[in-house]
Structures are given as C-alpha cells and as structure tokens.
C-alpha cells in the first residue's frame, strides 16, 4: 500500500470518530484515541476495506459481522476500563474489539468458536503488534475460567439469555456489557457486580449476529 493511500485511511478515521462517535456523545479520551489509531480497514475482507470506516457493521468469513464502529466505541466505553483491567471478549470475529479493548486495559483475553476466523484474528493481532491479547477457540458463553476474575466482560453476539458462568467470573465491581433478546433485536444491558449484588441497566436496542453454545441459541 502506498504511503498516500496510508495517509487517506488516516484521515478517514479521524472524520470517522467525528462524525460517528464524538458527535453522538461518546466522550472517553482514550476509547476515542484507540478508534482513532487502529488500522480497522486490516481487519475486514480486502474488497471491502474501501468501507471499512463507513457507519455500519461489515460481513466478515463464515455469515459473521464486524460491528459498526459506534457500537464498538458505546460497549468499550461503557466498560468504563482501567489500565490495570483484566477483561474477556466472548466472540472474537475480526479482533477488531479486541485491539480497542487491547489499547485501554492490561490484559485481553477472546474466545471464538469458528477456528478459522481464530486464526485469522489472531494474525492481524500480531501483524498489529499486539502482545497482550489471547485467543482461544472455544465456547465462549462458558466465559474463560483459567484468568478469571475480569473486570470487564464483553459480549459480541446476541443472547437470549445472560449466561450465568460469566456473572460468576466477574470481579466485585467488575462490568458485563452484553446484547440479550430474541434472534432479530436485542437490548444492551450492563450488569455490574456490587456488594449488594448484580446491578442491571439497559443502554438501548442493538442487533448482533447470535450467541451460540451451552449458554446461548442451540
Ligand atoms: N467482536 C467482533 C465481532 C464478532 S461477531 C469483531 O470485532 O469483529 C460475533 C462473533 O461471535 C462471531 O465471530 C461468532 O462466531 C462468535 N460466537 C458466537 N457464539 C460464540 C460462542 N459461544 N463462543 C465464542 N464465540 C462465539
């Protein structure tokens, strides 16, 4: 790639974190830093990276979709991550989440169940540069028990239901970002872990490609 077209995805980041995310109220320097920074055009299918930057979620392999950017910077922003965080992604996809959360937090730990689309993340996370972020084919609705507890837990897929073994790897005052609902809608909720018990708050409708496994869709 020459270094002109280099400089054109630049650009069209910045004009995409303007126009896309400050505008519609997210705030947080560092979620809108990493957005700025990571190359998203590598994390999409080559024919598609002319639109990598454009406000809508893009198929990736295997029927899977990337997030639209806003929903990245709304889910990792509502996180609330600090530096020290240890965090879990349930639905690895591109590793585009993966990267941002990579940028904000200590440790990133991702599971996916489609192999392929493992190691094709976990590829462009090295190309990237990325050290502190692990990938694992599993089920993922099972959470990732071996690092737990995790400050932060996010969920790229739709459920219909919170599985349980993820609210028990949460840490006291650890956060859960996930979509449940049926197939076509669901509703993103935030579930905090307090001394009093679970904290639940609905951050609005939001429509995901389905959880599958033990704790989600058949
Ligand atoms: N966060 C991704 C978007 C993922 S799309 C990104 O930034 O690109 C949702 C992903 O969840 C798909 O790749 C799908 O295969 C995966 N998935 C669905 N059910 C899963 C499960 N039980 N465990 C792990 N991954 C799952």
Known sequence: MSPTQLSDFQRVREAMADVQLVRRGIRDPAVLAAMRKIARHRFVPAHLQMLAYEDQPLPIDRQQTISQPYMVALMTEALVLSKNDTVLEVGTGSGYQAAVLAELCRAVYTVEKIPELAEKAAAVLHQLG??????????????????????????????????????????????????????????????????????????????????????GWA
Not at 171 to 194: K, N, S, W, Y
């Open 130 to 215: 990325y050290g502190n972020i692990t990938i694992s084919v599993a089920d993922g609705t099972r959470g990732w028990p071996e690092h737990q507890p995790y400050n932060g837990i996010i969920v790229t897929a739709g459920a219909p239901h919170v599985p349980q073994p993820l609210l028990d790897q949460l840490a006291e005052g650890g956060r859960l970002l996930i979509p449940v609902g049926d197939h076509d809608l669901q509703q993103l909720l935030r579930l905090t872990r307090t001394p009093d018990g679970i904290v639940k708050e609905d951050l609005g409708g939001c429509r995901f490609v389905p959880l599958r496994g033990e704790y």
